[in-house]
Structure formats: C-alpha cells, structure tokens
C-alpha cells in the first residue's frame, strides 16, 4: 500500500505526519516479511505431514495402543 496517498489530518504536525508514515512503512515491511515466513513454514509442514502419515497410520493401528478417551474408535 503506498501511505503517502492518506490524507493527513489536520490536527497533526507534519512532522509527526511523516513519523506515522514511517512507522507505517516499517510495519508493513515487516508484515510481509513474517507472512512470507509463515507461508514456507506452512509448505514445509504440509510435505513433513505427508511423509509421516504412514508412519501414523500404523501407531494407530499397532495392538495394545491405549484408546484416547477424545477420540471414538473406529471399526
């Protein structure tokens, strides 16, 4: 978003205007920055997930597993 197109308020100093737009700036860097993080981190665990599912399917299905008392058993 370019910031500079918002309207400064009239009660406010320029100075302190163009503090806000720096923050706002800043912000917004860091935003992406943390949303670009968070989206290979989802990637990576989607694959792990897939990998591991076999090895999931058969602890749940190994003799002798205490049932949750969460999850119903199925069968």
Partial sequence: MDYQKLKKPKHLKEEV???HLDWLN???RQLEDNLERHEARVREDASRAEELEPLHQE???APGRTQSLFC???G
């Fill in 26 to 28: 800043v912000m917004g």
């Fill in 72 to 74: 119903p058993p199925k």
């Fill in 59 to 61: 602890v749940l299905a």
């Fill in 17 to 19: 205007w163009e503090q």
